[in-house]
């Protein structure tokens, strides 16, 4: 457990943990309501499957990290992605090959990450991720919104503190706006070269299983959909052993040389 300080003395806070120092480091990057302790133990159960070190931190504005500097614009997913990611892979794990683990908005910025090509990275694993905005996604915030404001999520003090609900409106503010209405990633997609595995929950109360069909068949590189029978949005920790599973084989394809796909991974997935 430690900070780094990244400019004007923003800081994040993350977490490391230890693994052979030849394979990659799974790098976590957690949900928009997220930060570091809500992965829970998954991350460890994960890096103790496949050998491999871990790394899990807080973005600006969530946590143990310093709040964000600015109010979200509709490219706050692209600034975590392509301004803050690189900073705190550069500042922990320079020169590191590593894998991307993101969930929900974690999942997008990993895909933004991806379409840039960077030299060290050997693959992408998204759960629950957006490449676009749905009308069930908005139902969901709305669903969500109206819990808020009944107390019925007062379990993300114990993580954020009192900037909790700065958390949660930056997140609902910002989905349900119309300014946000026509947000798009999909023509990212077909720059990412490396292999992904697409997760998702087939009963996921924030997305359609077009999310996955779309990030599978306009990914550059070889894409594998999962998903995940009775299971909602968080796969993890709702089915963790099927999920531990699922990117573990990916994993440990993606650091062998040849970074060949298990042939295994689409039939213990299931069909679409």
Same mark, same amino acid.
């Given at each position: 457990?430690?900070?780094?300080? &990244? *400019? +004007? @003395? ?7 943990? !230890?693994?052979?120092?030849? $394979?990659?480091? /799974?790098?976590? &990057? *957690? +949900? @928009? ?7 829970? !133990?998954?991350?460890?159960? $994960?890096?103790? /499957? ?223």
């Amino acid at each position: 457990m430690a900070h780094i300080t &990244l *400019h +004007e @003395g923003q800081r994040i806070y993350y977490e490391s943990i !230890d693994g052979d120092g030849d $394979l990659p480091c /799974l790098v976590f &990057l *957690h +949900e @928009g309501l997220g930060c570091a302790a809500m992965w829970k !133990d998954f991350p460890r159960r $994960l890096c103790r /499957l496949t050998g491999c070190s871990g790394l899990v931190y807080d973005r600006l504005g969530y946590g143990g990290s310093s709040p964000a500097a600015a109010p979200r614009t509709v490219h706050y997913l692209h600034a975590y992605a392509l301004q803050e990611l690189p900073r705190v892979i550069a500042a922990i794990i320079p020169e590191r090959p590593i894998v991307l683990v993101g969930h929900s908005d974690g999942g997008t910025i990993a895909l933004l990450h991806g379409a840039e090509r960077p030299p060290y990275l050997a693959g992408i694993i998204t759960e629950a991720a957006h490449v676009f905005v749905e009308s069930v996604t908005l139902d969901g915030i709305r669903a969500a919104v109206t819990a808020f404001e009944n107390g019925r999520l007062g379990g993300l003090v114990k993580y954020h503190g009192e900037r909790s609900e700065a958390v949660f409106r930056a997140w609902s503010d910002t989905w349900l706006s119309d300014w946000f209405a026509d947000w798009n990633i999909e023509y990212a997609l077909p720059a990412i070269a490396v292999p992904l595995l697409v997760i998702q929950g087939r009963e996921d109360q924030y997305a359609t299983e077009r999310q996955v069909r779309t990030i599978v068949a306009r990914s550059g590189g070889p894409a594998t959909p999962a998903l995940i029978d009775h299971c909602g949005h968080v796969p993890h920790l709702e089915e963790p052993e099927a999920v531990l599973q699922l990117m573990s084989g990916f994993i440990k394809a993606a650091s062998s040389p040849s970074s060949t796909t298990p042939p295994n991974l689409r039939q213990a997935a299931g069909p679409f």
